[in-house]
């Protein structure tokens, strides 16, 4: 091209300076004419064309910027084509990429949006490719080889063990979710993405940037080239198994979390929606937050609906001299109760006509005088022991420990089916005594002193437990047991029953002499294992009650009867395989309605009960539930109402919630109002507000109040009052009540 031009030259410079007679100046002009022709071709490749389609290998530079658009340029919203502008500026009305998009930071409108979930979680990554592997046969298996994405110095963040998913999007439809589905155990779905649960067996590389991988049983779907992981818990290490996640509806933070499948006992917070919480067995609907337990460090301050704050008091204990109490500091002096009244505090002594301090509770009367030991002697049948009364049975000195007294004897005596106590004869015929059960009587008795040997009254040591008496119908196999030779541990007794009609009571009953296996050889009749017990019972036998006639039934269809005074059956208990198979009943001669009874896998009915010690349950449903006082009630369909107040505290930083004004207070250590939630009824309709103070020296000296359609922060400096009104109409700032700059929005 240089070349071309230079010639050009040449042959103008002849045709200018052609003076010479018989000079070709026609043949020079011709062939510039030619040549120029031939470099307009040349300029061909060198130049781009505007007036059809071209390209070129080389770079071009717009210096000045460029505009894009058959219609070319115009910005905004509804503007139109694009343009890049001398400093690199771009604006354009659409942009698809089909691989990455790395920017510093990026905005829409300064809000972050997402689509589907959101975590923080120990471990995260890029996929940057894949590797599954495959049989002898080229068919997939359920592991692979994953290589992350990483930019220069970046470590990848998993581990040996991590619990992991990801979601990415199919140009196969039929891999995309059809719509958006969460069990609240973990499993989630989302229209248009697929979703892929892996564990990560191991990782290799200097910057973690390979890890092997298999996939969740069950599951199908592999990683893929793009896809965004998290990896959401660990199957072994503990310090990798807490994660947190958002949804659209809540958010929810997980702790050792070790397994695919989200619990109960993996849920260590969430707040929103808390529906979901039902697959897991807890009861709660609507948007509110679940916590395991809450500690606050500020406070909680109730307010009336007017917005007047409620003061809750602060125990000070006894009041003492030279100290400063301050307001709402509660002390006791005098006999009496008394509340500082004073918002500046005060050093004075309460007293009546002292207006720093309240009286809340006066000086009580005296009590009336306790109850005094008595002695009562020999405990005998139709004596009365009142509340610490003594009285003397079996060689040792009882103390009655019931407040309204008991007729009952401090150890438990045989008695007959009318109730009436049994004696025998002792001292050889000389006196009558009554027969002990061996079992001694402690719900309303306690041991005193037990008889010595020098006839001192001295509390003795407790005994080692008596046997535990096992009866049964001897089988071949069985092992029969003795223990009374045991000094500590669970001692046995067993007692073999063998079906006999020729004897009254329909049993012969037969004590276990030494512990052995049952055989044809050591059967009851066998002396060596075995006493038979005789018509005149001994206690043993008598606690046994083997009696046909009498007023229990032993194996009677396989059960034990208990009958009133007239023979109707009142309670049981039972073997039968028939029915509900209730083991246990009360209240009925039928089992299956009865209005106590228990079946066979531990579930107990029971249509009134009170009980006075601890509960201890994993599940249950309750109804009709009150507190003391009714401010705590559990309807029959579950609805809960609270018409008392709750509070994180008596006194200091606390959060107080009062059932009796819908509001939610929030108090300082100093006891100041400082936050306050409830409602205000205005222009006919109820709407909810809130209220935040921070106070100076006890004063307050910042507001805010908030409310439907108007936020008003205010400041008090003592001297000038300020505030910033922010609602539809625009913004206003006054000075003392006066508007000192005004932002309309209309």
């Known amino acids: 091209m240089a070349d071309t031009i230079e010639i050009l030259k040449e042959l103008a410079r002849y045709i200018r300076y052609a003076t010479r007679e018989n000079e070709n100046t026609s043949e020079r002009v011709g062939r510039t004419f030619v040549g120029i022709l031939n470099l307009i071709k040349d300029l061909e490749n060198i130049y781009l064309h505007k007036n059809q389609p071209d390209q070129t290998s080389f770079l071009v530079s717009f210096l000045a910027g460029a505009v894009f658009g058959k219609a070319g340029f115009a910005s905004g919203l509804t503007g139109f084509g694009a343009k890049i502008d001398e400093n690199g500026n771009g604006e354009m009305r659409g942009l698809r990429l089909w691989e990455w998009l790395e920017v510093p930071e990026l905005r829409l409108n300064r809000v972050e949006v997402y689509a589907g979930i959101k975590w923080r979680t120990p471990g995260v990554g890029i996929i940057e490719s894949v590797e599954i592997d495959t049989d002898s046969e080229g068919k997939l298996l359920s592991t692979g080889t994953v290589h992350l994405k990483l930019e220069a110095g970046e470590i990848g963040a998993v581990a040996a063990d991590d619990i992991s998913m990801g979601i990415i999007h199919f140009d196969d439809r039929t891999l995309n979710a059809t719509e958006d589905s969460d069990d609240s155990k973990g499993n989630f779905r989302f229209a248009g993405f697929g979703t892929a649960y892996f564990r990560i067996t191991g990782v290799s590389g200097q910057d973690n940037g390979t890890f092997r991988y298999s996939l969740r049983p069950g599951t199908t779907l592999h990683p893929q080239k793009y896809m965004h992981f998290s990896c959401y818990g660990n199957f072994t290490n503990p310090d990798r198994q807490t994660s947190v996640y958002e949804t659209r509806t809540y958010s929810r933070m997980l702790r050792n979390q070790n397994t695919w499948e989200i619990s109960a006992a993996n849920i260590a917070m969430q707040s929103g929606d808390l529906s979901n919480l039902n697959v897991h067995g807890l009861d709660m609907t609507g948007y509110s937050m679940y916590l395991n337990s809450v500690y606050f460090t500020g406070t909680v301050r109730q307010m009336k609906p007017d917005g007047t704050p409620v003061y809750t008091a602060n125990d000070r204990g006894a009041w003492t001299p030279k100290t400063e109490y301050d307001f709402y500091d509660r002390v006791s002096h005098d006999g009496s109760i008394w509340l500082c009244v004073n918002e500046k505090g005060s050093f004075s002594e309460p007293s009546e006509g002292n207006a720093d301090w309240l009286k809340q509770v006066n000086k009580g009367e005296d009590g009336k005088d306790g109850d005094s030991v008595s002695n009562h002697g020999q405990w005998q049948t139709g004596k009365h022991i009142p509340y610490l009364g003594i009285v003397r049975m079996g060689n040792a000195t009882w103390q009655c420990t019931v407040p309204a007294g008991t007729d009952n004897p401090p150890m438990w005596t045989i008695t007959d089916k009318d109730g009436n106590r049994l004696l025998q004869t002792q001292d050889g015929g000389k006196t009558y005594g009554y027969i002990l059960t061996g079992e001694l009587n402690t719900a309303e008795y306690e041991l005193v002193a037990q008889d010595g040997t020098d006839g001192e009254s001295i509390k003795g040591d407790p005994g080692i437990q008596g046997c535990i008496i096992r009866k049964g119908e001897w089988k071949i196999g069985e ?134 010690g601890e509960v201890n349950a994993t599940s249950g449903t309750f109804k009709n539930i009150k507190s003391p006082n009714n401010s705590f009630v559990i309807k029959e369909n579950g ?108």
């Open 639 to 746: 609805d809960i109402e609270i018409t008392g107040k709750v509070s994180t505290s008596v006194n200091g930083k606390r959060i107080v919630i009062d059932s009796a004004t819908n509001s939610l207070r929030m108090y300082g250590s100093d006891d100041l109002l400082v936050g306050t939630m409830d409602f205000i009824d205005h222009d006919g309709g109820t709407y909810p507000r809130m209220q935040l103070t921070q106070y100076a020296s006890g004063n307050p000296r910042y507001n805010v109040l908030i409310r439907p359609q108007l936020i008003n922060v205010s400041e008090n400096n003592g001297n000038d009052f300020y505030d910033v009104m922010i609602n539809t109409s625009g913004i206003t700032f006054l000075k003392n009540n006066v508007i000192t700059k005004s932002y309309p929005n209309r």
């Open 479 to 612: 092992q029969w047991r003795n223990d009374e030779s045991l000094t500590s541990g669970t001692r046995y007794l067993d007692v073999a029953l063998v079906r006999d009609d020729q004897v009254a009571t329909g049993w012969k009953a037969y004590k276990c002499k030494t512990t052995h296996t049952s055989s044809l050889a050591n059967a009851p009749g066998n002396s060596t294992y075995w006493e038979e017990f005789g018509l005149n019972t001994t206690a043993i036998f008598t606690s046994l009650i083997i009696a046909k006639d009498a007023q229990i039934d032993f194996m009677q269809g396989n059960q034990l009867l208990i009958k009133k005074d007239d023979g109707a059956v009142t309670a049981g208990l039972s073997g039968s395989q028939s029915g509900e198979k209730i083991r246990m009943w009360a209240g009925s001669p039928t089992p299956d309605n009865a209005p106590f009874r228990v079946t066979e896998g531990g579930r107990v009915h029971a249509e009134n009960a009170e009980i006075t």
